[in-house]
Nanobody, 127 residues
Framework: QVQLVESGGGLVQAGGSLTLSCAVS????????LGWFRQTPGKEREIVAT???????????DYADFVKGRFTISRDNAKNTVFLQMNSLMPEDTAVYYC?????????????????WGQGTQVTVSS
């Protein structure tokens, strides 16, 4: 059974930073494509960043336009963990953030492309 557990959310002032972590247990972490999504009340869950797995192709991370240059997704295969470093946070970044994992390679930008989800962690940015 694959489980994802996020941590690192909290309250931060605008302009501050947070790092979210997502520990993945079960399965073969190194072969998962990974993503971070976020959701606010009344809105659909949206992609924030995706980091594909590939055995042969040097994929790079992809980001939503609203976080480019501010957020960085990374993975540590030795620790079965994916991270989201968030800098220059803005009040509109306030949301519940979810990590997700997908079997297979390639960029995954939509929720139905992922097989496993974490429970979410709240990020609140005050102005």
């Amino acid at each position: 059974q694959v489980q994802l557990v996020e941590s690192g959310g909290g309250l931060v002032q605008a302009g501050g930073s947070l790092t979210l972590s997502c520990a993945v247990s079960g399965g073969t972490f190194s072969r998962y494509s990974l993503g971070w999504f976020r959701q606010t009340p009344g809105k659909e869950r949206e992609i924030v960043a995706t980091l594909p797995y590939s055995e042969h192709v040097d994929y790079f991370a992809d980001y939503a336009d609203f976080v480019k240059g501010r957020f960085t997704i990374s993975r540590d295969n030795a620790k079965n963990t994916v991270f989201l470093q968030m800098n220059s946070l803005m009040p509109e970044d306030t949301a519940v953030y979810y990590c997700a994992a997908a079997r297979g390679s390639g960029w995954r930008r939509y929720t139905d492309e992922y097989d496993y989800w974490g429970q979410g962690t709240q990020v609140t940015v005050s102005s």
